[in-house]
Nanobody, 123 residues
Framework: VQLQASGGGLVQAGGSLNLSCTAS????????IGWFRQTPGKEREFVAA????????LYKDFAKGRFTISRDSAKDTVYLEMNSLKPEDTAVYYC?????????????????WGQGTQVTVSS
């Protein structure tokens, strides 16, 4: 399974970005797509995740109300719409795929990872 993340960029505080994660290869073996983020010197942080089969979602508290995760199964693509961005949202955002049946926040349960896309929010 290969994951390609895109859509990052530079935006002013209060602005929006829409990240995409497109899966290829043996996508049928994955059940969950999650988004994580990481800044230098900090641990990787769970952002949100979605289950392919029913669209069930899970968000980290900071993402609730500002971020929306969605999927387009026909395109094997998961989106992360980010609104009301803050400087503290600045990070490299990674998408990852899990074979687990439940949505997990733990990155160790995600087997496949994309290359990351940089999001920078200026104040």
């Amino acid at each position: 399974v290969q994951l390609q993340a895109s859509g990052g960029g530079l935006v002013q505080a209060g602005g929006s970005l829409n990240l995409s994660c497109t899966a290829s290869g043996r996508t049928g073996i994955t059940n969950i797509i999650g988004w994580f983020r990481q800044t230098p010197g900090k641990e990787r942080e769970f952002v949100a995740a979605i289950r392919w089969i029913d669209g069930d979602t899970l968000y980290k508290d900071f993402a609730k109300g500002r971020f929306t995760i969605s999927r387009d199964s026909a395109k094997d693509t998961v989106y992360l719409e980010m609104n009301s961005l803050k400087p503290e949202d600045t990070a490299v955002y990674y998408c990852a795929a899990s074979q687990m049946g439940f949505i997990a926040r733990n990155g160790a349960l995600y087997r496949y990872w994309g290359q990351g896309t940089q999001v920078t929010v200026s104040s």
